[in-house]
């Protein structure tokens, strides 16, 4: 059973940068496709970005080439560095892990087998 666990939330001015962090536990780390996804009040959860075991990418658009995911295998960890940060960005952000091919990257909200407990993010404007 995987765990995940985020950290790296906060409160930024716009135009900032926050980097986030999830651990995961669990042997099966390196095998899962990692996603993060995020929620503002009032919303549905969406999809921001994933990495598969390849670490091939994919961003939701309105986030791509601001944002950044990584994985350290080495120390079941994924990151989404977060720059240029617009008061949109506003939402609390959530880990997730799914169990995928090697080089698919998962969308599909349900297709994400564990979750994390989310971070805060805020921008300010």
């Known amino acids: 059973q995987a765990q995940l666990v985020e950290s790296g939330g906060g409160l930024v001015q716009a135009g900032g940068s926050l980097r986030l962090s999830c651990a995961a536990s669990?042997?099966?780390?390196?095998?899962?496709?990692m996603g993060w996804f995020r929620q503002a009040p009032g919303k549905e959860r969406e999809f921001v970005a994933g990495i598969n075991w390849a670490t091939g990418t994919y961003y939701e658009d309105s986030v791509r080439g601001r944002f950044t995911i990584s994985r350290d295998n080495t120390k079941n960890t994924v990151y989404l560095q977060m720059n240029s940060l617009k008061p949109e960005d506003t939402a609390v952000y959530y880990c997730?892990?799914?169990?995928?091919?090697?080089?698919?990257?998962?969308?599909?909200?349900?297709?994400?087998?564990?979750w994390g407990q989310g971070t805060q993010v805020t921008v300010s404007s």
């Open positions: 997730a892990a799914g169990a995928a091919g090697r080089g698919d990257i998962i969308r599909d909200i349900r297709r994400y087998n564990y």
């Open positions: 669990g042997r099966l780390f390196s095998s899962y496709c």
